[in-house]
T-cell receptor, first 115, second 112 residues
Framework: AQSVTQPDIHITVSEGASLELRCNYS??????LFWYVQSPGQGLQLLLK??????LVQGIKGFEAEFKRSQSSFNLRKPSVHWSDAAEYFC?????????????FGAGTRLAVHP | EAGVTQSPTHLIKTRGQQATLRCSPI?????VYWYQQALGLGLQFLLW???????NRGNFPPRFSGRQFPNYSSELNVNALELEDSALYLC???????????FGPGTRLTVL
């Protein structure tokens, strides 16, 4: 069965520190992978996506993620966190069948940023 | 370019009533998805509409239904509301092919 695991429910970092949010997926084929961010009371904004090709993906707001097939992981990174990055982050996998037709989300990681 | 819009922003109903939530996709997008984000349950896929047809459905009872109109906007109906239906309902749209899903701000449904 398809699933996404985000092992860290809450993470707290200091402003300016580096960040890595973990994501592991279970999927039988090459997955479509996404990271979304959600600010309180808001919808989801796409940070980056991986469909194929280069396994290091650059996204918006200085985020990047690396697809590692051997580890079934798609971890999100940022070299220097800003206070405005405080939000909830969701990793998702898209089912592939003539184009994916639904997203399966992880439980999310809530990021707090200390000044 | 206008994003995905949803209405209403908030909706308060009592148990047993019906709720109707609306979604307008980004212009040119033909697929509309509905997700439920309930406290403690995370984001769960509800329904997928494409070209006016229901294409896929998540693990939800039949009292969750919807439709997609010729202009690709969509409506989600929840009948016989239960307290556990209280959640943020997110709509997303996608252009045909393998593009990403763009999400609206959501409708917060509260069932009393």
């Amino acid at each position: 069965a398809q699933s996404v695991t985000q092992p860290d429910i809450h993470i707290t970092v200091s402003e300016g520190a580096s960040l890595e949010l973990r994501c592991n997926y279970s999927y039988g084929a090459t997955p479509y992978l996404f990271w979304y961010v959600q600010s309180p009371g808001q919808g989801l904004q796409l940070l980056l996506k991986y469909f194929s090709g280069d396994t290091l993906v650059q996204g918006i707001k200085g985020f990047e993620a690396e697809f590692k097939r051997s580890q079934s992981s798609f971890n999100l990174r940022k070299p220097s966190v800003h206070w405005s990055d405080a939000a909830e982050y969701f990793c998702a996998v898209g089912a592939i069948s003539g184009g994916y037709n639904k997203l399966i989300f992880g439980a999310g990681t809530r990021l707090a940023v200390h000044p | 370019e206008a994003g995905v819009t949803q209405s209403p922003t908030h909706l308060i109903k009592t148990r047993g009533q019906q709720a109707t939530l609306r979604c307008s996709p980004i212009s040119g997008h033909t697929s509309v998805y509905w997700y439920q984000q309930a406290l403690g349950l995370g984001l769960q896929f509800l329904l997928w509409y494409d070209e006016g047809e229901e294409r896929n459905r998540g693990n939800f009872p039949p009292r969750f239904s919807g439709r997609q109109f010729p202009n690709y906007s969509s409506e989600l109906n929840v009948n016989a509301l239960e307290l556990e239906d209280s959640a943020l309902y997110l709509c997303a749209s996608r252009y045909r092919g393998d593009g990403e899903q763009f999400f609206g701000p959501g409708t917060r449904l509260t069932v009393l």
